[in-house]
């Protein structure tokens, strides 16, 4: 048995994809177990050499509109889907052993997965494992004795999986799993393709040396990760550092962003508040693990500033991390990641408002009572270690290909 990891997002170091390759692959060949491990046709040349990734897929994986303002998602998903089954078709030895894990899709992935499967004989299909990656474009009222819930505007993801899903029936395909990392919302997902949704645990693992945080001087807050646009509140990150320096004068602020590019307004203002504030360090590097590593042993406190919306029933791999590391966090009431946050020893503090004063008032509780979250969070990430990380996911998947 071989195990072929594919993941269009494998570019570089920026985001969580390169990460979550290392810890899966370091997990694998702990079990010698063999892998193959397939990313993005632009794949930076450091990257592919250090991993041994095959330059395989050509479409990236977050290719989602070609900017026809009319059917823009339309053509990019016929793009991906076709050009997707093309390049799975470019992947050798594949036999009925083996498990081919597609470690991040959208629709235009999963259609292309479900395609390439069904032009396979039957005798010889693997298991193919489409783990779906972010929010699945519905909007959600929790109403008895379920859920009801509609497409949001301006994003047609939920009738694209819907439709993609249909062919897996049509096709006759029975060695697919249709997996996502959240419990709710796998089970949304489920409604929304119509075939079952399998929760999977988070890889993510500890890269510090865990410990628990309570009584420590000097402290310090940050905001880690790759600041995509608005949904994860980059664009509040300047008042909400001058807040909590005026409320909080002796703590000291990170604000990490490995993908400055993405929004310029924002990273300008970041830039221009780290110029004259001495207990603001901006740190706009894409890191690798050990450096990664770094940043996250030196927070005390990390704040997610996301949306609700966006967040409802999407993880975050940084605020995963956060947990297996025992660092206390701020986040967004009624989202995966409170949800995570109370699974796991409830460490840390949930805003109710996508706006600044709401964030503020949660960050400035948790640094009140710190030493309390610190403690939760030291028990969280315990739990965590029992029930998450590359081992516990890599036993998941063995176990679906014996069924």
């Given amino acids: 048995m071989r195990l072929f990891y594919v993941d269009s997002g494998l570019?570089?170091?920026?985001?969580?994809?390169?990460?979550?390759?290392?810890?899966?692959?370091?997990?694998?060949?702990?079990?010698?177990?063999?892998?193959?491990?397939?990313?993005?046709?632009?794949?930076?040349?450091?990257?592919?050499?250090?991993?041994?990734?095959l330059p395989l897929l050509r479409t990236y994986i977050y290719y989602l509109s070609d900017g026809d303002p009319l059917a823009g998602w339309l053509n990019a998903f016929e793009q991906v889907s076709h050009v997707t089954r093309q390049d799975m078709a470019r992947i050798t030895g594949v036999t009925a052993e083996d498990i081919v894990y597609i470690a991040s899709a959208f629709p235009g992935q999963l259609m292309g997965a479900i395609r390439w499967l069904g032009d396979l004989p039957p005798h010889n299909r693997p298991l193919v494992l489409v783990d779906l990656l972010s929010h699945p474009g519905i909007e959600v009222r929790h109403e008895a004795p379920g859920y009801v819930f509609r497409p949001r505007r301006e994003d047609p993801r939920a009738m694209l999986y819907r439709y993609a899903a249909q062919f897996i029936a049509r096709s006759k395909i029975e060695r697919l799993v249709v997996a996502y990392a959240d419990r709710v919302g796998a089970d949304i997902y489920s409604k929304v393709l119509g075939v079952a949704v399998t929760p999977l645990p988070s890889a993510f693992e500890a890269v510090t040396r865990r410990r628990n945080r309570a009584g420590c001087d000097p402290f310090n807050l940050a905001f880690?990760?790759?600041?995509?646009?608005?949904?994860?509140?980059?664009?509040?990150?300047p008042e909400l550092v001058v807040g909590l320096l005026q409320s909080h004068p002796t703590i000291r602020i990170r604000v990490h962003n490995s993908c400055p590019g993405n929004f310029p307004a924002a990273s300008d203002a970041v830039r221009k508040l780290a110029a004259v504030e001495p207990r603001m360090v901006l740190d706009e590097r894409a890191?690798?693990?050990?450096?990664?590593?770094?940043?996250?042993?030196?927070?005390?406190?990390?704040?997610?500033?996301?949306?609700?919306e966006i967040y409802e029933f999407m993880s975050s791999g940084v605020h995963a991390e956060a947990i297996a590391n025992a660092i206390p966090s701020v986040v967004p009431a009624g989202t995966a990641l409170s949800r995570a946050l109370q699974e796991f020893g409830?460490?840390?503090?949930?805003?109710?408002?996508f706006e600044s004063s709401s964030i503020?008032?949660?960050?400035?509780?948790?640094?009140?009572?710190?030493?309390?979250?610190?403690?939760?969070?030291?028990?969280?990430s315990n739990t965590w270690l029992l029930n998450c990380g590359p081992a516990r996911l890599v036993d998941t998947i063995l176990k679906l290909s014996q069924h």
């Fill in 224 to 237: 880690l990760g790759s600041q995509r646009n608005e949904e994860k509140g980059y664009h509040l990150v």
């Fill in 346 to 353: 409830g460490g840390g503090t949930t805003f109710e408002r």
């Fill in 287 to 308: 890191v690798d693990l050990p450096d990664w590593a770094q940043l996250l042993d030196t927070t005390d406190l990390m704040v997610c500033p996301y949306s609700h």
């Fill in 11 to 53: 570019r570089g170091d920026i985001g969580h994809h390169a990460n979550y390759c290392r810890t899966i692959a370091s997990e694998l060949s702990k079990r010698d177990v063999p892998i193959t491990i397939i990313g993005f046709a632009g794949i930076d040349e450091s990257l592919r050499a250090e991993l041994g990734v």
């Fill in 360 to 380: 503020l008032t949660a960050t400035r509780h948790a640094l009140d009572h710190f030493d309390q979250y610190a403690e939760n969070a030291w028990a969280g």
